[in-house]
């Protein structure tokens, strides 16, 4: 039951943290390669700090029954790395989108008053509605892939949108980011947080050129 809608997905590489959340976060990266904020293309903030955890696969429990890959990729890092998933587990795929799409400008990290730095430095811009918050099938899935990138060293705010707005009891939860240098961090587990439910696993980072057959290697090991 593919899901039409799905497809794509970004980071960002956070540099030092600006508020007190990111300062605890401060260690989980993103999804486009970039110093300081971004970790897709250099114009987005998708990476965290260099203090960051290690990229080794967290041993996350074995996929199981029917397969989702959800991801939000803001460049196409995060949109590669969750088709090998899906293509490697013959997984379905959904794209988290937001309703009003980023646009190169958004996320030039470095401009104080682009959309990613207004979002980041006010939590309150950070919700960010996506056109589709529940996927076609949704209570049919029992284990569920995210991936995102890292913006300021925690997730990249679209896709709290759609976790916080679907109900994970029952479902197994492995989270993946892609970033240019940090790990996955604490990323994980503030979704798990936001959550409330779920069995969440402690998932995987990706560097933003990750080879395909290095995620379909890690993709089968959890499966």
């Keep these: 039951m593919n899901n039409a809608y799905a497809l794509t997905r970004r980071g960002f590489l956070a540099a030092a943290a600006f508020t007190p959340l ?3 976060l401060a260690g989980c990266s993103s999804e486009n390669d970039t110093s300081q904020a971004a970790d897709e293309p250099a114009t987005a903030p ?22 989702l ?13 969750a088709q090998a998933i899906a293509d490697e587990l013959g997984a379905d795929l959904f794209e988290v989108t937001p309703t009003e799409p980023y646009t190169d400008e958004d996320l030039t990290w470095t401009d104080d008053e682009s959309r990613v730095s207004r979002e980041h430095d006010d939590e309150i811009l950070r919700n960010v509605p996506i056109q589709q918050v529940t996927p076609d099938g949704w209570a049919d899935y029992d284990t569920v892939f995210v991936g995102y990138p890292i913006w300021w060293a925690i997730a990249a705010w679209p896709i709290d949108s759609f976790v916080a707005g679907n109900d994970w009891e029952g479902k197994t939860v492995i ?10 961090g604490q990323s994980g587990e ?7 439910a779920g069995d969440w696993q402690e998932g995987q980072r990706f560097s933003s050129s990750v080879p395909e057959d290095e995620v379909r290697t890690w993709a089968a090991s959890v499966a």
Excluded: I, K, M, R
């Design 22 to 24: 990111a300062a605890l």
């Design 46 to 67: 998708e990476e965290t700090s260099a203090a960051a955890s290690g990229d080794a696969s967290a041993g996350a429990s074995p996929a199981s029954g029917n397969v």
């Design 69 to 81: 890959v959800a991801y939000y990729s803001a460049q196409g890092h995060t949109e590669a790395v």
């Design 175 to 184: 989270p993946f980011c892609t970033s240019a240098s940090s790990g996955l």
């Design 190 to 196: 503030l979704l798990s947080e936001a959550a409330g």
